[in-house]
């Protein structure tokens, strides 16, 4: 037994503003206008036990905020098979997420079913290499070995850590001599031409037992904190929280420092697949073909005399002249403009709009909700207009707005409206008045998105002008 | 007698995307909050005969399109003042609408009175040394000279024509040798070094006699062609509407080449009045102080050590890391970003533009009209969402869709609506609604502005769909 484990955390701020907190690296879409989340989990359908059955099993440990997106692109994609999430109430690095997906496969399918650890926002090209490496280490896996995919190195890169294998093991793979830091560029330049490693892409593979009895040894404070989190846990229920309160306790680390860089019986499989982390807008700009002037261009972009710039954009044109090497991204309320070569400083600016708690950091003008979307048309202190999405089904909760009233607009399909006690159905082109303190809810019965234009109007506008009376899915 | 004479035509694409044919040059505003446009019509006004009394008079050139927010902006600046407007059908450079300028002076000032020709979309530096140039060139036009204000080079520019100039001449001011054409740069650096030479501003003093009796010496065919359109002209009306068919018949010509250039009684004051054309974002980036690092910085910008940029944010964030020498601006529907040294070709894309027939070739998000603005917040195939701010007392026309449906909430103040038969005043927070082909109207009728949002619904929502059936403004 073979159970994909997709760890999804981080925001993806090298990726700003196209990646942010609310809506992070595996959400954004790329130029076949797949997302990697869903890159991802068709790479995990592809290599998980029962592939071929009617409905193979995943386990994917995120964030509450990124569950109801995540499981809509994962059912897109493969709707019968068994996606299972835990959800963690913040981030505390791979580790105790590794320890907790342990448990539960351990408790799913028993000691020996195998974890095969994979990030949610990296790609991979070429899944032949990667079924293959897969094979190779699941073998390995089922001899003990705490395994890695390595990928073979193609430049000098000083943004990773590094593998130094050592022999070669009967049946393939290689034992694994130390796990190193991030070089500098030098080192990192001697490492290419010794052939002897690997980049870390934190891909694993390793039995329940295997990684569960490791932590044990290596980083007991961590096994036993998560330990005392698992108690508390209905291993049954789906998808499955893990409680704050202790979960906040368990020692935030990495499993390469927790347990690989100490580990006796390591091995790694070395794999060269295409691999990309994604990590900048260097490396999308590299999924994209080129022109002759080596101009890699999406979107509505008027570009006079310019070479080897990335300019993508979103709703609004972008125009350009006598432009160089340059990065160019524009989305609804944010516009990128960055020399390629200092593309990772990115993060920089993420950091100075912290510091300021700029809106853009977490959230985009589009907020995905469970029921669908909604995106801010226009936000004064006298009113502010949104357009909502709503899904077949979509539900939003009952809800009161003490300072404010709105004005819905069903502007594509029928809506099914309730104001307090009336409920009605509203066709497109009609409105309806929401006084304020007039409990009152929004739903798509039908099986076509539908689309509402909402005009807020008071002495207070803020989203939390909110009292929900009830929510079908627990978080409006 | 020295009435002010603006020329306030073309669309200067050049600082595109800000300046665009339905909102061109003269409405930009520059750092310091104010249009190229108020600043021409303060200037004028300065030297203006009257300028002190309660009346002065001006008279601007320009077309119907821009004739309502020209108003407005010299009215904000100098409601007393006589602000009288020809407007042209169509623009046929300079020399048709300046013998037009000159027979409305005749007409109103008798022979004897002195035009001061100047451009909408120029500045200014210096106000005294602009009077003192005024007064030298009044005086030489009340001996019958066609004067130039010629401005002392301080570059050697290769973007203007030049002015040679000769003999001093008594009372100030110098004869006029020849009027030569833009020059390379390396002409251009020996016409600096020699002194002689002057920069054409498009600024020319003469009395309306002068400069009617050298076009029908220079240009007989330019002063037949304007007698007929003046025939038609009701010369005492406000607005003056130039009949279309009969100026579009006039040969379309520089004043430089129709007269100027053959004139025999030509004179040249200089000044040194720091003046600018304001041609390129270049021209705009100088009026803004600079950091230490060189950067000019408008609006909400976050940028991550780059040198010696420009970057003009309007409604959105710019977060730019490790650029150089970038001109970027942003606007709602566009994004420009030009290396500084290539500014001068945003004319170029603005051609690429052209030939697709783009929206931000012509028009802002937010379009001016008579009675206020609307800013289109939402355009897709189920609805379009506009804001629409109505100035006190703005009035909207009378109109009929007979393909889609509106409707109006106000967000502020208090609207007088009229929907079929019915009139009603709607306080904010209300909303009413438009059927098809019912006739409805919009209008406000208390002292401060206020705002509307329109949705509109239907099969067909653009523009045209609207029939008029009364008008204030005979624009809409």
């Known amino acids: 037994m073979l159970i994909p484990v997709i760890l999804s955390g981080g925001a993806g701020t090298r990726l700003w503003p196209v990646s942010r907190k609310a809506h992070p690296k595996p959400f954004m879409r790329l130029a076949d206008g797949e997302t990697l989340a869903g890159a991802t ?35 897109s994609i493969r709707p019968d098979a068994n996606h299972h999430f835990l959800l963690e109430p913040e981030g505390r690095n791979t580790a105790p997420a590794i320890v907790a997906a342990a448990r539960w496969v351990a408790e799913r399918f028993g000691d020996e079913a195998k974890l095969l650890v994979m990030p949610a926002d990296h790609l991979i090209k070429d899944m032949s290499v990667f079924g293959q490496a897969v094979e190779a280490a699941g073998a390995l896996a089922e001899q003990g070995w705490l395994t890695c995919l390595g990928v073979q190195p193609t430049h000098p890169e000083t943004g990773y850590g590094y593998i130094r294998a050592a022999a070669d093991l009967p049946g393939g793979g290689l034992e ?45 404070d961590i096994a036993q904190a998560m330990n005392r989190v698992w108690e508390e846990v209905d291993a049954t229920s789906d998808p499955i929280e893990l409680p704050a ?84 991204v524009d989305t609804e309320d944010a516009v990128l403009v960055a020399q390629k070569d200092r593309a990772q400083e990115v993060k920089a600016i993420v950091d100075e709009l912290q510091r300021h708690n700029h809106a853009t950091v977490t959230h985009h ?101 909110m009292e929900r009376l009830e929510d079908f899915y627990g978080t409006g």
């Open 245 to 328: 309160r202790l979960f906040s306790k368990v020692r935030s680390e990495s499993i390469d420092f927790a347990v690989m860089e100490k580990a006796t019986q390591r091995a790694v499989v070395p794999m060269d697949c295409g691999w990309s982390d994604i990590g900048s807008w260097q490396a999308i700009s590299d999924l994209y073909e080129s022109d002759r002037s080596g101009n890699r261009i999406q979107g509505e972009v008027v570009l006079i005399d310019g070479n080897n710039n990335f300019i993508q954009a979103e709703r609004r044109l972008i125009a350009a002249v006598g432009i160089q090497d340059l990065v160019i």
């Open 365 to 465: 003008a589009t907020t995905h909700r469970p029921w669908g979307t909604y995106t801010v048309l226009e936000d004064t202190r006298h009113c502010r207009v949104r357009r909502l999405r709503i899904k077949p089904r979509g539900v939003l909760s009952l809800q009161i707005h003490h300072r404010h009233s709105e004005h819905w607009t069903v502007v594509k399909g029928q809506a099914q409206v309730q104001v307090g006690e009336d409920h009605q159905l509203l066709e497109a082109g009609h409105t309806v008045a929401i006084p304020v303190a007039c409990p009152h809810r929004l739903e798509n019965k039908t099986g076509d998105t539908i689309e509402v234009i909402e005009v807020q109007t008071g002495e207070y506008l803020g989203e939390d002008d």
């Open 41 to 75: 989990i068709k790479r995990a359908l592809a290599v998980a036990d029962g592939s071929t059955s009617a409905s193979p099993t995943t386990l994917t440990v995120t964030s509450r905020d990124h569950y109801f997106l995540t499981r809509d692109i994962y059912q």
């Open 176 to 220: 694994i001599d130390a796990f190193v830091e991030k070089p500098d560029l030098e080192t990192a330049e001697r490492y290419l031409r010794s052939g002897e490693f690997l980049w870390n892409a934190g891909m694993f593979c390793f039995t329940a037992r295997s990684i569960l009895t490791a932590v044990d040894e290596q980083s007991p």
